[in-house]
Every structure is written in structure tokens, then in C-alpha cells.
């Protein structure tokens, strides 16, 4: 005969944590999703005033500033700072990218 293993009151409480922390989680992801587009509609205007005014797509100065300023904000927060530059550095890319899409269909 094999025993079966019903949940005690300790695993049920860590479920319900467990739970809780994962509504929390979901709506942390919900946030950042709504923060980056409106990241991304501030970049695109950003990215039309470059055009508009023959401006390069990139601006590597501004981006090594930004990735200071970012590593210092993780630190901070006790967030890896190497993390912090990964993400911004692909953030970035991804602007530089829409940057120069809007360069290439912006008439001179």
C-alpha cells in the first residue's frame, strides 16, 4: 500500500503565498510593458525630430551617459548594475533601430 502525502497547513500557507506573490509579480510585468511603449512613443517623436532636422539616429554620447546614470540607479537599488547596462544597451538598440527606419522613409 503507498502512503499518499496530503498537504499540511505549512504547504498550504506557501501556496497562498506563493500565489500572492505571483499577482504581485504579473502586475510589476503589466507595469513595465505600459512603460515601455510609453517609452517607445517618446523615442518615436525623439526619433522624428532627429530626421526632420538631419540629426544622426544614434547618439553615442548621450547613450554611454545614460548607461552611467542607470548602473548608478541599480546600484542603488540593489539591482546587478551589469544587468541594468544589458537591458538599457538593448533598449537602446532597439530605439537606434526605429531611429534609423524613420530616417530612411523621411525625405531630405
Same mark, same amino acid.
Given at each position: ?13 506557501? &501556496? ?5 506573490? %505571483? ?5 510589476? /510585468? #503589466?507595469? +513595465?510593458?505600459?512603460?515601455? =511603449? !510609453? ?22 554620447? &548621450? ?5 552611467? %546614470? ?5 546600484? /542603488? #537599488?540593489? +539591482?546587478?548594475?551589469?544587468? =541594468? !547596462? ?23
Amino acid at each position: 500500500m503507498s502512503a499518499v502525502s496530503t498537504p499540511d497547513a505549512g504547504t498550504d500557507a506557501a &501556496r497562498a503565498e506563493l500565489l500572492r506573490l %505571483r499577482q504581485s509579480i504579473d502586475n510589476m /510585468d #503589466a507595469a +513595465l510593458i505600459h512603460l515601455l =511603449a !510609453e517609452r517607445f512613443r517618446i523615442t518615436q517623436r525623439v526619433g522624428e525630430l532627429k530626421a526632420e532636422h538631419g540629426l544622426p539616429p544614434a547618439d553615442p554620447e &548621450r547613450e554611454a551617459a545614460q548607461i552611467a %546614470r542607470l548602473r548608478s540607479l541599480a546600484e /542603488d #537599488a540593489r +539591482l546587478d548594475p551589469e544587468f =541594468a !547596462e544589458k537591458f538599457l544597451t538593448f533598449v537602446v538598440a532597439e530605439v537606434v533601430r526605429h531611429h534609423e527606419a524613420i530616417a530612411a522613409r523621411t525625405p531630405s
